[in-house]
Protein backbone atom coordinates (compact mmCIF):
# COMPACT_ATOMS: atom_id res chain seq x y z
CA UNK A 1 0.00 0.00 0.00
CA UNK A 2 2.80 2.10 0.88
CA UNK A 3 4.37 1.72 -2.71
CA UNK A 4 0.69 2.43 -4.57
CA UNK A 5 -0.03 5.70 -1.92
CA UNK A 6 3.61 6.97 -3.12
CA UNK A 7 2.62 6.12 -7.09
CA UNK A 8 -0.50 8.44 -6.89
CA UNK A 9 1.89 12.10 -6.18
CA UNK A 10 2.75 12.44 -9.98
CA UNK A 11 -1.10 13.13 -10.50
CA UNK A 12 -1.04 15.62 -7.81
CA UNK A 13 1.54 17.46 -9.65
CA UNK A 14 -0.07 17.12 -12.68
CA UNK A 15 -3.67 18.96 -11.92
CA UNK A 16 -1.55 21.73 -10.51
CA UNK A 17 -0.16 21.98 -13.97
CA UNK A 18 -3.25 21.66 -15.71
CA UNK A 19 -4.79 24.71 -13.80
CA UNK A 20 -1.80 26.90 -14.14
CA UNK A 21 -2.24 25.86 -18.14
CA UNK A 22 -6.00 27.22 -17.55
CA UNK A 23 -5.14 30.47 -15.83
CA UNK A 24 -2.52 31.24 -18.40
CA UNK A 25 -4.91 30.43 -21.35
CA UNK A 26 -7.65 32.67 -19.60
CA UNK A 27 -4.83 35.66 -18.95
CA UNK A 28 -3.96 35.38 -22.85
CA UNK A 29 -7.69 35.21 -24.19
CA UNK A 30 -8.19 38.34 -22.08
CA UNK A 31 -5.08 40.13 -22.86
CA UNK A 32 -5.81 39.17 -26.49
CA UNK A 33 -9.26 41.14 -25.76
CA UNK A 34 -7.83 43.97 -24.25
CA UNK A 35 -5.71 45.22 -27.29
CA UNK A 36 -8.48 44.42 -29.36
CA UNK A 37 -10.61 47.30 -27.88
CA UNK A 38 -7.81 49.29 -27.61
CA UNK A 39 -7.18 49.04 -31.39
CA UNK A 40 -10.74 49.28 -31.59
CA UNK A 41 -10.72 52.39 -29.29
CA UNK A 42 -7.59 53.93 -31.42
CA UNK A 43 -10.06 53.24 -34.80
CA UNK A 44 -13.18 55.63 -32.96
CA UNK A 45 -10.41 58.10 -31.97
CA UNK A 46 -9.34 58.37 -35.69
CA UNK A 47 -12.70 58.71 -36.99
CA UNK A 48 -13.48 61.34 -34.61
CA UNK A 49 -10.34 63.30 -35.70
CA UNK A 50 -11.32 62.38 -39.87
CA UNK A 51 -14.75 63.51 -38.55
CA UNK A 52 -13.35 66.95 -36.95
CA UNK A 53 -11.37 67.47 -39.95
CA UNK A 54 -14.08 67.57 -42.26
CA UNK A 55 -16.64 69.49 -40.49
CA UNK A 56 -13.41 72.13 -40.41
CA UNK A 57 -13.11 71.48 -44.21
CA UNK A 58 -16.52 71.66 -44.66
CA UNK A 59 -16.76 75.25 -42.45
CA UNK A 60 -13.51 76.65 -44.79
CA UNK A 61 -15.50 75.36 -47.98
CA UNK A 62 -18.86 77.28 -46.37
CA UNK A 63 -16.85 80.58 -45.83
CA UNK A 64 -15.08 80.51 -49.04
CA UNK A 65 -18.69 79.89 -50.73
CA UNK A 66 -20.14 82.55 -48.89
CA UNK A 67 -17.45 84.77 -49.67
CA UNK A 68 -18.22 84.05 -53.30
CA UNK A 69 -21.74 84.73 -53.29
CA UNK A 70 -21.51 87.90 -51.86
CA UNK A 71 -19.11 89.02 -54.27
CA UNK A 72 -21.57 87.98 -57.10
CA UNK A 73 -24.55 89.97 -55.23
CA UNK A 74 -22.71 92.81 -54.79
CA UNK A 75 -21.30 91.95 -58.18
CA UNK A 76 -25.20 92.32 -59.33
CA UNK A 77 -26.03 94.94 -57.51
CA UNK A 78 -23.97 97.62 -59.32
CA UNK A 79 -25.15 96.47 -62.27
CA UNK A 80 -28.73 96.64 -61.50
CA UNK A 81 -27.81 99.95 -60.20
CA UNK A 82 -26.28 101.15 -63.05
CA UNK A 83 -29.25 100.35 -65.17
CA UNK A 84 -31.27 102.08 -62.73
CA UNK A 85 -33.34 99.15 -61.22
CA UNK A 86 -34.49 99.35 -57.56
CA UNK A 87 -31.13 98.63 -55.92
CA UNK A 88 -30.03 102.39 -56.24
CA UNK A 89 -32.82 103.42 -54.29
CA UNK A 90 -32.48 100.89 -50.79
CA UNK A 91 -29.18 102.50 -51.14
CA UNK A 92 -29.78 106.50 -51.13
CA UNK A 93 -32.26 105.75 -48.39
CA UNK A 94 -35.38 108.07 -47.69
CA UNK A 95 -35.30 111.49 -49.08
CA UNK A 96 -39.08 112.36 -48.30
CA UNK A 97 -39.32 112.41 -44.36
CA UNK A 98 -43.30 111.13 -44.94
CA UNK A 99 -41.95 108.09 -46.26
CA UNK A 100 -41.02 104.82 -44.78
CA UNK A 101 -36.86 104.08 -44.55
CA UNK A 102 -35.04 101.96 -47.39
CA UNK A 103 -34.45 98.50 -46.75
CA UNK A 104 -30.78 98.65 -45.09
CA UNK A 105 -28.32 96.81 -47.13
CA UNK A 106 -27.32 93.47 -45.83
CA UNK A 107 -24.35 93.21 -43.77
CA UNK A 108 -20.99 91.06 -45.03
CA UNK A 109 -17.43 91.20 -45.47
CA UNK A 110 -15.44 93.57 -47.99
CA UNK A 111 -12.48 96.01 -47.44
CA UNK A 112 -11.28 97.35 -44.19
CA UNK A 113 -12.41 100.39 -42.35
CA UNK A 114 -15.11 99.81 -40.05
CA UNK A 115 -15.73 103.15 -38.90
CA UNK A 116 -16.06 104.69 -42.38
CA UNK A 117 -19.75 104.13 -42.89
CA UNK A 118 -20.83 105.12 -39.25
CA UNK A 119 -18.31 108.02 -38.87
CA UNK A 120 -20.14 109.64 -41.75
CA UNK A 121 -23.52 111.53 -41.38
CA UNK A 122 -27.19 111.47 -41.82
CA UNK A 123 -29.28 108.53 -40.01
CA UNK A 124 -31.66 107.11 -43.17
CA UNK A 125 -28.98 108.23 -46.04
CA UNK A 126 -28.46 104.84 -47.25
CA UNK A 127 -27.02 103.42 -43.74
CA UNK A 128 -25.10 105.18 -41.17
CA UNK A 129 -23.15 107.43 -41.45
CA UNK A 130 -23.01 107.63 -45.09
CA UNK A 131 -22.44 110.71 -46.30
CA UNK A 132 -24.72 111.52 -49.86
CA UNK A 133 -21.93 112.73 -52.29
CA UNK A 134 -22.76 116.05 -53.69
CA UNK A 135 -23.79 114.77 -56.80
CA UNK A 136 -27.12 113.90 -58.90
CA UNK A 137 -28.10 110.39 -56.62
CA UNK A 138 -28.87 108.86 -59.24
CA UNK A 139 -25.25 108.90 -60.35
CA UNK A 140 -23.69 107.61 -57.11
CA UNK A 141 -22.69 104.14 -57.38
CA UNK A 142 -22.05 101.68 -54.28
CA UNK A 143 -19.25 100.09 -53.50
CA UNK A 144 -18.75 96.72 -50.81
CA UNK A 145 -18.02 97.77 -47.73
CA UNK A 146 -17.23 95.48 -44.60
CA UNK A 147 -16.99 96.65 -40.88
CA UNK A 148 -19.10 100.15 -40.17
CA UNK A 149 -17.54 102.14 -37.34
CA UNK A 150 -18.38 104.48 -34.74
CA UNK A 151 -21.15 106.45 -36.32
CA UNK A 152 -20.65 110.22 -36.26
CA UNK A 153 -20.71 113.25 -38.76
CA UNK A 154 -17.73 115.28 -39.91
CA UNK A 155 -16.97 117.51 -43.15
CA UNK A 156 -17.29 115.00 -46.08
CA UNK A 157 -14.73 118.41 -47.51
CA UNK A 158 -12.26 117.16 -45.78
CA UNK A 159 -9.47 115.03 -47.58
CA UNK A 160 -6.31 115.48 -45.24
CA UNK A 161 -5.34 116.70 -41.69
CA UNK A 162 -8.02 117.18 -38.91
CA UNK A 163 -11.56 117.73 -40.18
CA UNK A 164 -13.06 121.77 -39.16
CA UNK A 165 -15.57 122.47 -37.80
CA UNK A 166 -19.10 121.06 -37.94
CA UNK A 167 -20.71 123.16 -41.15
CA UNK A 168 -23.83 123.07 -42.58
CA UNK A 169 -24.42 120.03 -45.01
CA UNK A 170 -27.81 119.25 -46.94
CA UNK A 171 -30.77 119.63 -45.47
CA UNK A 172 -32.84 116.78 -46.46
CA UNK A 173 -35.37 116.63 -43.22
CA UNK A 174 -36.22 120.81 -44.08
CA UNK A 175 -35.07 121.51 -40.66
CA UNK A 176 -32.10 124.09 -39.26
CA UNK A 177 -28.72 122.66 -38.51
CA UNK A 178 -26.55 122.99 -35.58
CA UNK A 179 -26.74 124.85 -33.25
CA UNK A 180 -29.26 127.22 -34.02
CA UNK A 181 -32.09 126.98 -31.24
CA UNK A 182 -35.12 124.60 -32.12
CA UNK A 183 -38.34 124.35 -30.33
CA UNK A 184 -38.46 122.09 -27.50
CA UNK A 185 -34.72 121.98 -26.54
CA UNK A 186 -33.00 123.87 -24.06
CA UNK A 187 -30.21 126.10 -24.76
CA UNK A 188 -30.55 125.69 -28.60
CA UNK A 189 -29.34 121.87 -28.35
CA UNK A 190 -31.04 119.59 -30.72
CA UNK A 191 -32.18 116.25 -29.48
CA UNK A 192 -30.85 113.26 -31.55
CA UNK A 193 -30.92 113.10 -35.43
CA UNK A 194 -33.33 110.30 -37.04
CA UNK A 195 -32.27 107.09 -36.56
CA UNK A 196 -30.30 104.87 -39.06
CA UNK A 197 -30.17 101.94 -41.13
CA UNK A 198 -27.52 99.19 -40.40
CA UNK A 199 -24.76 99.87 -42.11
CA UNK A 200 -23.79 96.95 -44.38
CA UNK A 201 -22.12 96.20 -47.27
CA UNK A 202 -22.91 98.60 -50.02
CA UNK A 203 -22.27 102.11 -49.73
CA UNK A 204 -22.78 105.02 -52.29
CA UNK A 205 -19.75 106.73 -53.06
CA UNK A 206 -18.20 109.55 -51.50
CA UNK A 207 -16.47 112.61 -52.82
CA UNK A 208 -12.71 111.79 -52.98
CA UNK A 209 -12.04 111.03 -49.59
CA UNK A 210 -9.24 108.60 -48.26
CA UNK A 211 -10.35 104.97 -46.66
CA UNK A 212 -11.31 105.91 -43.26
CA UNK A 213 -11.78 110.00 -43.07
CA UNK A 214 -14.94 110.82 -41.13
CA UNK A 215 -17.32 112.77 -42.99
CA UNK A 216 -19.23 115.01 -41.22
CA UNK A 217 -22.86 117.32 -42.09
CA UNK A 218 -24.79 119.62 -40.03
CA UNK A 219 -26.82 118.18 -37.11
CA UNK A 220 -30.13 117.05 -37.41
CA UNK A 221 -32.87 117.54 -34.58
CA UNK A 222 -34.52 113.97 -33.51
CA UNK A 223 -37.36 112.72 -35.50
CA UNK A 224 -40.23 109.72 -34.58
CA UNK A 225 -39.13 107.02 -36.92
CA UNK A 226 -41.64 105.33 -39.10
CA UNK A 227 -42.36 102.50 -36.79
CA UNK A 228 -44.58 100.61 -39.90
CA UNK A 229 -41.40 100.19 -42.11
CA UNK A 230 -41.18 96.38 -42.92
CA UNK A 231 -37.22 96.79 -44.44
CA UNK A 232 -35.78 97.64 -40.50
CA UNK A 233 -35.62 95.00 -38.01
CA UNK A 234 -36.18 96.42 -34.80
CA UNK A 235 -36.63 95.53 -31.29
CA UNK A 236 -39.86 94.88 -29.31
CA UNK A 237 -41.28 98.75 -28.64
CA UNK A 238 -39.03 100.04 -25.51
CA UNK A 239 -41.11 100.24 -22.48
CA UNK A 240 -42.42 103.45 -21.75
CA UNK A 241 -40.65 104.19 -18.27
CA UNK A 242 -37.42 104.26 -20.45
CA UNK A 243 -38.33 106.28 -23.65
CA UNK A 244 -36.53 109.50 -22.57
CA UNK A 245 -35.40 110.42 -25.61
CA UNK A 246 -38.81 111.41 -26.27
CA UNK A 247 -39.35 113.54 -23.49
CA UNK A 248 -39.38 117.17 -24.11
CA UNK A 249 -37.06 119.01 -22.45
CA UNK A 250 -39.09 122.13 -21.31
CA UNK A 251 -41.92 119.99 -20.01
CA UNK A 252 -40.18 117.99 -17.59
CA UNK A 253 -40.45 119.35 -14.07
CA UNK A 254 -37.29 120.65 -12.57
CA UNK A 255 -36.42 118.40 -9.89
CA UNK A 256 -36.77 115.66 -13.26
CA UNK A 257 -33.71 117.63 -15.15
CA UNK A 258 -30.53 119.64 -14.38
CA UNK A 259 -29.00 121.57 -17.29
CA UNK A 260 -25.53 122.62 -18.07
CA UNK A 261 -24.55 125.83 -20.59
CA UNK A 262 -24.73 123.14 -23.21
CA UNK A 263 -25.81 119.90 -21.45
CA UNK A 264 -28.28 118.79 -19.58
CA UNK A 265 -29.77 115.29 -17.85
CA UNK A 266 -32.89 114.02 -17.86
CA UNK A 267 -34.12 111.97 -15.02
CA UNK A 268 -36.43 108.59 -15.40
CA UNK A 269 -39.67 109.90 -13.90
CA UNK A 270 -41.05 106.36 -12.94
CA UNK A 271 -37.97 105.49 -11.51
CA UNK A 272 -36.85 106.99 -7.86
CA UNK A 273 -33.87 109.53 -8.79
CA UNK A 274 -30.64 107.71 -6.99
CA UNK A 275 -27.92 109.39 -9.03
CA UNK A 276 -26.59 113.23 -9.93
CA UNK A 277 -24.41 113.88 -13.16
CA UNK A 278 -22.30 116.75 -13.54
CA UNK A 279 -19.75 117.81 -16.17
CA UNK A 280 -16.26 118.08 -14.37
CA UNK A 281 -13.46 118.43 -17.66
CA UNK A 282 -14.37 119.21 -21.18
CA UNK A 283 -11.25 117.93 -23.38
CA UNK A 284 -11.15 119.57 -27.06
CA UNK A 285 -9.67 117.20 -30.03
CA UNK A 286 -9.06 118.36 -33.44
CA UNK A 287 -11.04 115.48 -35.09
CA UNK A 288 -13.32 112.63 -34.12
CA UNK A 289 -12.41 111.34 -30.46
CA UNK A 290 -12.72 107.45 -31.24
CA UNK A 291 -11.86 105.92 -27.83
CA UNK A 292 -11.61 106.92 -24.62
CA UNK A 293 -10.46 104.86 -21.64
CA UNK A 294 -9.14 105.64 -17.62
CA UNK A 295 -5.85 104.32 -16.11
CA UNK A 296 -6.26 100.94 -14.02
CA UNK A 297 -5.58 103.96 -10.84
CA UNK A 298 -8.36 106.21 -12.36
CA UNK A 299 -5.98 109.19 -12.73
CA UNK A 300 -5.42 109.27 -16.32
CA UNK A 301 -7.79 109.18 -19.07
CA UNK A 302 -6.64 108.69 -23.41
CA UNK A 303 -8.31 109.72 -26.06
CA UNK A 304 -7.38 108.17 -29.98
CA UNK A 305 -8.16 110.85 -32.61
CA UNK A 306 -6.98 111.27 -35.92
CA UNK A 307 -3.14 110.32 -35.89
CA UNK A 308 -2.88 110.74 -32.12
CA UNK A 309 -3.33 109.15 -28.86
CA UNK A 310 -3.88 111.79 -25.98
CA UNK A 311 -3.23 111.49 -22.18
CA UNK A 312 -4.79 113.68 -20.01
CA UNK A 313 -4.37 114.14 -16.16
CA UNK A 314 -8.21 113.34 -14.56
CA UNK A 315 -7.81 115.77 -11.86
CA UNK A 316 -6.83 119.01 -13.52
CA UNK A 317 -8.17 117.85 -17.01
CA UNK A 318 -4.63 119.18 -18.78
CA UNK A 319 -2.83 117.22 -21.31
CA UNK A 320 0.52 115.15 -20.11
CA UNK A 321 1.30 113.53 -23.14
CA UNK A 322 0.44 113.24 -27.44
CA UNK A 323 2.00 109.88 -28.76
CA UNK A 324 2.29 109.87 -32.50
CA UNK A 325 4.20 107.70 -34.84
CA UNK A 326 6.17 110.59 -36.70
CA UNK A 327 7.61 106.98 -38.83
CA UNK A 328 3.71 107.06 -40.65
CA UNK A 329 3.43 108.70 -43.85
CA UNK A 330 1.61 112.35 -43.37
CA UNK A 331 -0.78 111.93 -46.29
CA UNK A 332 -4.30 111.33 -45.43
CA UNK A 333 -6.44 110.16 -41.90
CA UNK A 334 -4.87 107.31 -39.49
CA UNK A 335 -7.46 107.16 -36.86
CA UNK A 336 -6.74 105.37 -33.42
CA UNK A 337 -10.02 103.16 -33.04
CA UNK A 338 -8.68 101.20 -29.42
CA UNK A 339 -6.57 102.66 -26.39
CA UNK A 340 -5.70 100.53 -23.63
CA UNK A 341 -3.68 101.00 -20.32
CA UNK A 342 -1.32 98.40 -19.06
CA UNK A 343 -2.66 97.93 -15.70
CA UNK A 344 0.74 99.44 -14.10
CA UNK A 345 -0.05 102.50 -15.73
CA UNK A 346 3.58 101.81 -17.84
CA UNK A 347 2.11 101.42 -21.15
CA UNK A 348 -0.92 102.24 -23.63
CA UNK A 349 -1.61 100.45 -26.45
CA UNK A 350 -3.39 102.04 -29.43
CA UNK A 351 -4.94 100.07 -32.41
CA UNK A 352 -5.33 101.95 -35.43
CA UNK A 353 -6.06 101.99 -39.28
CA UNK A 354 -3.13 100.81 -40.54
CA UNK A 355 -3.59 97.45 -38.71
CA UNK A 356 -0.78 97.85 -36.36
CA UNK A 357 -0.57 97.51 -32.63
CA UNK A 358 1.38 99.72 -30.90
CA UNK A 359 2.37 99.66 -27.16
CA UNK A 360 3.48 102.75 -26.01
CA UNK A 361 6.18 103.43 -23.05
CA UNK A 362 4.42 106.57 -21.69
CA UNK A 363 7.14 108.23 -19.80
CA UNK A 364 9.33 108.17 -22.84
CA UNK A 365 6.80 108.61 -25.78
CA UNK A 366 8.61 105.65 -27.82
CA UNK A 367 7.29 102.89 -29.03
CA UNK A 368 8.47 99.70 -26.78
CA UNK A 369 6.51 97.16 -29.15
CA UNK A 370 4.28 96.78 -32.74
CA UNK A 371 2.38 94.21 -33.58
CA UNK A 372 1.92 92.94 -37.23
CA UNK A 373 -0.16 90.17 -38.26
CA UNK A 374 -3.99 91.91 -38.65
CA UNK A 375 -5.19 92.62 -42.22
CA UNK A 376 -7.30 94.90 -42.04
CA UNK A 377 -7.89 98.05 -39.64
CA UNK A 378 -7.80 97.58 -35.69
CA UNK A 379 -11.05 98.10 -33.32
CA UNK A 380 -10.74 97.10 -30.52
CA UNK A 381 -7.83 96.25 -27.50
CA UNK A 382 -8.11 94.96 -24.37
CA UNK A 383 -5.45 94.69 -21.57
CA UNK A 384 -5.22 91.30 -19.48
CA UNK A 385 -5.04 92.27 -15.70
CA UNK A 386 -1.74 90.17 -15.46
CA UNK A 387 -0.22 93.18 -17.40
CA UNK A 388 1.06 90.53 -20.02
CA UNK A 389 -1.28 89.75 -22.74
CA UNK A 390 -3.59 92.27 -25.04
CA UNK A 391 -6.63 91.02 -27.06
CA UNK A 392 -7.27 92.61 -30.11
CA UNK A 393 -9.99 92.73 -32.81
CA UNK A 394 -10.20 93.09 -36.48
CA UNK A 395 -12.38 93.83 -39.43
CA UNK A 396 -9.70 90.61 -40.77
CA UNK A 397 -12.27 88.52 -38.82
CA UNK A 398 -9.95 87.48 -36.13
CA UNK A 399 -9.27 88.11 -32.32
CA UNK A 400 -5.67 88.09 -31.83
CA UNK A 401 -4.14 87.85 -28.35
CA UNK A 402 -0.47 89.02 -27.86
CA UNK A 403 2.12 88.34 -25.27
CA UNK A 404 3.95 91.50 -24.26
CA UNK A 405 7.09 90.34 -23.10
CA UNK A 406 7.50 87.79 -25.93
CA UNK A 407 6.01 90.30 -28.22
CA UNK A 408 4.40 87.42 -29.57
CA UNK A 409 1.03 86.57 -31.34
CA UNK A 410 0.15 83.78 -29.06
CA UNK A 411 -3.56 82.60 -29.89
CA UNK A 412 -5.24 83.80 -33.27
CA UNK A 413 -9.19 83.14 -33.06
CA UNK A 414 -10.88 83.08 -36.65
CA UNK A 415 -14.93 83.86 -36.95
CA UNK A 416 -17.12 84.37 -40.46
CA UNK A 417 -17.69 88.13 -40.61
CA UNK A 418 -15.75 90.88 -38.97
CA UNK A 419 -14.72 91.52 -35.31
CA UNK A 420 -15.77 94.73 -33.96
CA UNK A 421 -15.23 94.63 -30.29
CA UNK A 422 -13.21 92.77 -27.55
CA UNK A 423 -12.90 92.03 -23.77
CA UNK A 424 -10.97 90.01 -21.39
CA UNK A 425 -12.73 89.34 -18.08
CA UNK A 426 -11.44 90.12 -14.98
CA UNK A 427 -9.79 87.27 -13.84
CA UNK A 428 -8.03 86.70 -17.47
CA UNK A 429 -9.72 83.39 -18.25
CA UNK A 430 -12.22 84.35 -21.24
CA UNK A 431 -11.82 86.20 -24.07
CA UNK A 432 -15.12 88.21 -25.61
CA UNK A 433 -15.67 89.28 -29.09
CA UNK A 434 -18.65 90.98 -30.77
CA UNK A 435 -18.93 90.67 -34.39
CA UNK A 436 -21.03 92.45 -37.63
CA UNK A 437 -22.78 88.71 -37.57
CA UNK A 438 -25.02 89.61 -34.67
CA UNK A 439 -23.32 87.25 -32.14
CA UNK A 440 -21.21 87.20 -29.08
CA UNK A 441 -18.50 84.38 -28.54
CA UNK A 442 -16.48 83.95 -25.61
CA UNK A 443 -13.10 81.24 -25.86
CA UNK A 444 -11.16 79.85 -22.91
CA UNK A 445 -7.90 82.48 -23.38
CA UNK A 446 -5.36 79.59 -22.60
CA UNK A 447 -6.67 76.69 -24.95
CA UNK A 448 -8.61 79.19 -28.16
CA UNK A 449 -11.71 76.88 -27.41
CA UNK A 450 -15.08 78.71 -28.29
CA UNK A 451 -17.32 78.12 -24.62
CA UNK A 452 -20.07 80.03 -25.24
CA UNK A 453 -21.96 82.07 -28.32
CA UNK A 454 -24.41 84.49 -27.61
CA UNK A 455 -27.63 84.56 -30.14
CA UNK A 456 -30.95 83.25 -31.11
CA UNK A 457 -34.33 84.60 -30.66
CA UNK A 458 -33.12 85.88 -27.58
CA UNK A 459 -30.17 87.32 -29.18
CA UNK A 460 -29.11 90.67 -31.00
CA UNK A 461 -30.85 91.52 -33.95
CA UNK A 462 -28.29 93.33 -36.37
CA UNK A 463 -24.44 93.94 -35.51
CA UNK A 464 -22.39 94.01 -32.33
CA UNK A 465 -20.49 96.81 -31.62
CA UNK A 466 -19.53 96.73 -27.55
CA UNK A 467 -19.01 94.09 -25.17
CA UNK A 468 -17.89 94.37 -21.46
CA UNK A 469 -17.49 91.69 -19.42
CA UNK A 470 -19.38 92.19 -15.27
CA UNK A 471 -17.29 92.74 -12.40
CA UNK A 472 -18.45 89.62 -11.36
CA UNK A 473 -16.57 87.93 -14.55
CA UNK A 474 -19.76 85.62 -14.79
CA UNK A 475 -22.32 87.82 -16.95
CA UNK A 476 -21.47 90.30 -20.25
CA UNK A 477 -23.36 93.08 -21.76
CA UNK A 478 -23.45 93.90 -25.19
CA UNK A 479 -24.86 96.77 -27.18
CA UNK A 480 -25.59 96.71 -30.98
CA UNK A 481 -26.82 98.26 -34.36
CA UNK A 482 -30.56 97.36 -32.96
CA UNK A 483 -30.44 99.92 -30.49
CA UNK A 484 -30.67 97.63 -27.39
CA UNK A 485 -28.26 96.63 -25.09
CA UNK A 486 -28.26 93.11 -23.55
CA UNK A 487 -27.20 91.08 -20.47
CA UNK A 488 -25.96 87.64 -20.67
CA UNK A 489 -25.37 85.07 -18.06
CA UNK A 490 -21.72 82.52 -19.02
CA UNK A 491 -22.63 79.28 -18.55
CA UNK A 492 -19.12 78.64 -18.96
CA UNK A 493 -17.95 81.13 -16.34
CA UNK A 494 -20.49 79.59 -13.80
CA UNK A 495 -19.42 76.06 -14.21
CA UNK A 496 -22.00 75.07 -15.97
CA UNK A 497 -20.94 73.62 -19.31
CA UNK A 498 -22.53 70.51 -20.42
CA UNK A 499 -21.58 67.83 -23.37
CA UNK A 500 -19.42 68.97 -26.21
CA UNK A 501 -19.08 72.28 -27.72
CA UNK A 502 -20.15 75.70 -27.30
CA UNK A 503 -23.50 76.76 -25.18
CA UNK A 504 -25.84 79.16 -25.32
CA UNK A 505 -25.76 81.55 -22.63
CA UNK A 506 -28.80 82.99 -21.71
CA UNK A 507 -30.34 86.50 -21.84
CA UNK A 508 -31.61 87.71 -19.10
CA UNK A 509 -32.36 91.65 -19.49
CA UNK A 510 -32.79 93.82 -22.94
CA UNK A 511 -32.08 97.34 -22.30
CA UNK A 512 -34.58 99.27 -24.49
CA UNK A 513 -34.50 103.17 -24.86
CA UNK A 514 -32.25 104.49 -27.34
CA UNK A 515 -33.51 105.88 -31.05
CA UNK A 516 -30.00 105.02 -32.80
CA UNK A 517 -26.97 102.50 -32.44
CA UNK A 518 -25.39 101.67 -29.68
CA UNK A 519 -22.04 102.10 -30.18
CA UNK A 520 -20.13 101.37 -27.09
CA UNK A 521 -21.25 99.91 -23.38
CA UNK A 522 -19.62 99.20 -19.94
CA UNK A 523 -20.18 98.11 -16.53
CA UNK A 524 -19.30 100.79 -13.50
CA UNK A 525 -16.70 98.58 -11.28
CA UNK A 526 -19.32 98.00 -8.17
CA UNK A 527 -21.49 96.46 -11.40
CA UNK A 528 -24.45 98.73 -9.90
CA UNK A 529 -24.95 100.42 -13.31
CA UNK A 530 -24.58 99.35 -17.24
CA UNK A 531 -23.64 102.79 -19.29
CA UNK A 532 -23.99 103.02 -22.86
CA UNK A 533 -23.56 105.64 -25.44
CA UNK A 534 -25.28 106.09 -29.10
CA UNK A 535 -24.98 107.49 -32.40
CA UNK A 536 -28.61 109.36 -31.27
CA UNK A 537 -25.77 111.32 -28.84
CA UNK A 538 -26.77 110.14 -25.52
CA UNK A 539 -25.89 108.65 -22.54
CA UNK A 540 -28.05 106.25 -20.56
CA UNK A 541 -27.65 104.94 -17.46
CA UNK A 542 -29.46 101.99 -16.56
CA UNK A 543 -29.88 99.23 -13.76
CA UNK A 544 -28.77 96.01 -14.50
CA UNK A 545 -31.40 94.65 -12.10
CA UNK A 546 -34.77 95.93 -13.52
CA UNK A 547 -33.53 97.45 -16.97
CA UNK A 548 -34.87 100.43 -15.86
CA UNK A 549 -32.99 103.80 -17.47
CA UNK A 550 -31.99 105.66 -14.71
CA UNK A 551 -31.42 109.01 -16.55
CA UNK A 552 -30.52 110.26 -20.17
CA UNK A 553 -27.00 112.14 -20.52
CA UNK A 554 -27.48 114.88 -23.40
CA UNK A 555 -23.60 115.94 -23.65
CA UNK A 556 -22.36 116.20 -27.43
CA UNK A 557 -23.48 117.40 -30.42
CA UNK A 558 -22.76 113.90 -32.03
CA UNK A 559 -22.40 110.57 -31.85
CA UNK A 560 -21.21 109.36 -28.95
CA UNK A 561 -18.66 106.63 -29.93
CA UNK A 562 -17.12 105.98 -26.42
CA UNK A 563 -18.31 105.79 -23.04
CA UNK A 564 -15.47 104.36 -19.99
CA UNK A 565 -16.27 104.32 -16.18
CA UNK A 566 -13.32 105.15 -14.04
CA UNK A 567 -12.39 101.79 -12.35
CA UNK A 568 -12.04 103.62 -9.43
CA UNK A 569 -16.08 104.93 -9.95
CA UNK A 570 -17.53 107.99 -9.29
CA UNK A 571 -16.20 109.19 -12.71
CA UNK A 572 -17.24 108.35 -16.37
CA UNK A 573 -15.98 109.40 -19.97
CA UNK A 574 -16.90 110.05 -22.86
CA UNK A 575 -15.41 110.53 -26.60
CA UNK A 576 -17.67 111.60 -29.58
CA UNK A 577 -17.78 112.55 -33.17
CA UNK A 578 -17.94 116.21 -32.10
CA UNK A 579 -13.70 115.93 -31.98
CA UNK A 580 -14.48 116.38 -27.94
CA UNK A 581 -13.83 114.11 -25.33
CA UNK A 582 -15.81 114.64 -21.88
CA UNK A 583 -14.88 113.66 -18.27
CA UNK A 584 -18.45 113.34 -16.03
CA UNK A 585 -18.87 112.65 -12.18
CA UNK A 586 -22.13 110.26 -10.93
CA UNK A 587 -22.83 110.53 -7.40
CA UNK A 588 -25.20 109.42 -5.24
CA UNK A 589 -28.50 111.91 -5.10
CA UNK A 590 -29.07 113.73 -1.90
CA UNK A 591 -31.98 115.18 -2.73
CA UNK A 592 -32.90 119.21 -4.19
CA UNK A 593 -30.20 121.71 -2.02
Known sequence: MYNSHRGM?????????????????????????????????????QEMDLVRQTVFQLESSHTQMKLKYEEEIAILRRELEARGG??????????????????????????????????????????????????DPQQQQPQSHPIPPPIVSLPQQVQQGPPPPPQQGPQHYNQPPFPGPVKGHQQG????????????????????????????????????????????????????????????????PANQKKEGSDWFVLYNPRVPRTLEVDLVHTLEHNSVV???????????????????????????????????????DREGDLYIRSVCFSPDGRYLATGAEDKLIRVWDIASRTIKHTFVGHEQDIYSLDFARDGKHIASGSGDRTVRVWNIETAQNVLT?????????????????????????????????????????????????????????????????????DKTIKMW??????????????????????????????????????????????????VQFWDPHTANAQLMLQGHKNS??????????????????????????????RGDP
Not at 118 to 126: R, S
Not at 190 to 218: C, D, I, L
Not at 462 to 469: G, I, N, P, Q, T
Open 189 to 252: YPQPPPPSTSPGTMKPKKAQQPNGTPVQHSHQPYQEPNRGSPHVARPSPAPSGNDLANLDPERV
Open 9 to 45: VPASNSRLTELLDQVRTEFETQAARTAEYEHKINQQM
Open 489 to 538: ELSAARGLMSGAGASRGKCVKTFEGHKDFVLSVALTPDGNWVLSGSKDRG
Open 290 to 328: CCVRFSADGRHVATGCNRSAQIFDVKTGQKVQHLQDDSV
Open 413 to 481: LSIEDGVTTVAISPEGRYVAAGSLDKSVRVWDASTGYLVERLEGADGHKDSVYSVAFAPNGKDLVSGSL
Open 560 to 589: VISVAPSPMGRLFATGSGDMRARIWSYEPY
Open 86 to 135: SGNISQHGNQNPGLSQPQPPAIGLGPSNLFGTIMAGQGGQGGPGLAPPQV
